[in-house]
């Protein structure tokens, strides 16, 4: 009687619950997990075309994946940095250069419209700019791409560029696991084991000498 009365309906729901969690739970770690797992494709844009030194410069980026879906709810920032010189190399795309200088303007771009990431930045003088695009959707792990902007009075154009897929460490997914899944899984075992145990009938008392 002790199983199906109140005490044992009490007992079994952080059980019922944390089942109820597990699935959508392991369905968020997966698409966490593969979101970035391909190549992210963009295009950079800017406006006006040409652009004016000196004056707010639009700054437009859209992402697709390689099947050409939009990829949305990206966390996107930019970084700008002036050349050394018109024959200088792109530099790599790192936020780990020992060698690269604070940048000029940085900005995170907000999403305009599903896929399309928008900012303004002004850049005081014409002549050849570092653009890096850092992809921070997932804390552990960045994507970065290089792209020179160039300020010569001439259009820009479209300035494609590619985020290379993201890996995501074991460490961090059964992490994530074991707090969203596996913590209230264990909470409800222990409760339901102590409330199993606190129902037990007493032991029948011997009859007297």
């Not at 899944?181 to 409330?195: D, Y």
């Amino acid at each position: 009687m002790s199983g199906s009365g109140p005490s044992g309906s009490r007992a079994g729901r952080p059980a019922q619950r944390g089942r109820r969690w597990a699935l959508p739970a392991l369905a968020l770690l997966g698409s966490i997990a593969y979101g970035h797992a391909t190549l992210v494709f963009g295009v950079a844009r800017v406006s006006p075309d040409p652009p004016v030194p000196g004056a707010p410069l639009a700054l437009t980026l859209t992402l697709e994946d390689p099947s050409l879906a939009p990829v949305e709810d990206a966390i996107v920032f930019v970084e700008l940095r002036p050349m050394a010189a018109d024959g200088a190399p792109l530099p790599p795309p790192s936020t780990e250069a020992p060698d690269l200088p604070p940048p000029l303007a940085s900005l995170r771009l907000t999403e305009a419209d599903p896929a399309v990431y928008h900012g303004t930045v002004v850049l005081p003088a014409t002549g050849r700019y570092h653009l890096l695009v850092r992809d921070q959707t997932f804390p552990w792990e960045e994507a970065n791409a290089s792209v020179v902007l160039p300020l010569t009075g001439a259009p820009v154009g479209e300035l494609p560029f590619i985020l290379p897929p993201t890996q995501v460490a074991p460490r961090s997914l059964w992490t994530w696991i074991l707090w969203l899944v596996g913590l209230p899984l264990v909470a409800g075992a222990v409760v339901t084991l102590l409330v199993l145990r606190g129902a037990r009938p007493a032991p029948a008392a011997k009859g007297g000498t």
